[in-house]
Structures are given as C-alpha cells and as structure tokens.
C-alpha cells in the first residue's frame, strides 16, 4: 500500500515511519514525505494520488485544511497531530481516523485496521460507482455536518482568557483588531485602542481562534478578517495601522477572503 506522510518536523517524520513499517496490519510503501501547503498542492496537482495519507495538522506554511481547500485529494487520511480540538473539522475530510501525538503501534493499527476493512467492503460490493469509501465519508460528513457548524458557532462566541502580568484578562474574539509577536509576548490589539501584552505564542492563539475570522499573514502578525479596511502591495490597514503581508502566507490570505459573504 502506498502511503504519504505530511509532517514538517523531523522527530515527527522519522517516529510515524518507524511504526508504520513495523505495524502488522498492512505493507506500507512510503512513496513521498511533504512538509507544506505549497509542497502538497504541487504534488497532488501533478502526481498520482497513494491509497493513504498520514498528515500533521500545523505544517510550516500554515494548517493542513489548506490543502484541501486549494487541491482535491483522491485519498483517505489518517490525521497525526498534538492538537484535539480540530477533530470534527478533520473528520469533515476523507478522515479513516484522528491520532493524537506521541503515535502508538496500537493506535496506528487500530486506525489502519479500519482502513483495510472499508476497502474489503468496497472490494466485495458489487456497486463499484460510487465507490463505498466515497459513500462511507459523504455519510459521515452529514452526520457531524450540523455538529460542527455549532461548534464553530459556539467557538465563535466563547471569550478568550489572557493572561497579562499578574490579571487574567477576557477579551471576546470580535474585539481583537490584529495580534503583533513581539519578542517573548503577543501584543493583542483591541479594537478600542488599548494593547493587551501577553505572555503566549502566536502559534498558540492561532490554533484558539476561529480559521473564518482570523488569518497569520506574517511570523509576527495574526489579523481578524472582519477588520480588514483594505488590502495593497501585500499590506493590509486595520484602523489606522498598516500590517505585512509576507509572500508564504498571502495565497493563504486570498483563500480565505474568498470564503467571507
């Protein structure tokens, strides 16, 4: 069976292949190992699609839901990530499962096992078209469908804590203009001036805040969507401030206001 990891940490790469090649469900051929959006978009454009696909959540250029949006992927996925909280998303997907970090053999085959029995099933079924996987995943997608929409509501609404100096701060999400990496902290814009100075990683509030309302479009800079007064030359004004776009994050950006009604 062919298979394609999509990860960008090396530890990461290098532990899932050592499992993947000593499970005793299935062969594995590792046919290719990508690290970005950009990677996998090219190649899923221009190459032959494997029979499964073991990708990470965060990659270097941004979050794996990327790829989907930009590529159509022909093959199932068995997500490999540090992050629970974007399992329904995930399983919206081609998902066979959803593998939490550090991977175990145990999981791994648990998951594989799954996917070796749907394609048993689609083999033995004399309905060819559609293919059963495919009517496995549609079925799925409508199950979770209306659970994840109020999920993402309800993220939408919840307030965030922050911690500033020796205060535990709420800010609403609506109310964040753009975050700013600033050395060691985050400065959090507030959309009535004030700055809030936080002692947590960008990459940390971005995997907190909603996908269709935020965006990095910079190392240092996490904006809000709805904010967006206008964009030229690869800079985007919130209020009075004008804000980088760099080159790796401003497909991502054009993607995402495409989604905005």
Known sequence: MK???????TAAINSLRAILYKNNIVNIDIVAELESI???????THMKHPDIIFIDIHLADGTAFKIFEKVKVNAPVIFTTAYEEYA???FQLNSIDYLLKPIT????EVALNKFVKLKYIASENETTS????NVYFERLHKAIGSVHEM???????????????NKIVRIHPNEILYLEGYGDYVKIHHVNGKVLLSHVSLKRF??????????RVHRSYIISIPHINYIEKKRIQIGKELIPVSDSYYPTLLNQLT???
């Open 3 to 9: 298979a394609i990891i999509i990860e960008d940490e």
């Open 38 to 44: 950009e990677e996998c978009v090219t190649y899923f």
């Open 88 to 90: 329904l998303r995930a």
């Open 105 to 108: 053999q145990e999981a791994l």
């Open 130 to 133: 559609p293919d059963l996987l």
């Open 151 to 165: 999920i993402n509501k309800e993220q939408a609404e919840q307030p965030l804590f922050v911690k500033e100096g």
């Open 206 to 215: 971005e995997t907190c805040l909603n996908e269709k309302r935020f965006c």
């Open 259 to 261: 989604l905005q009604e």
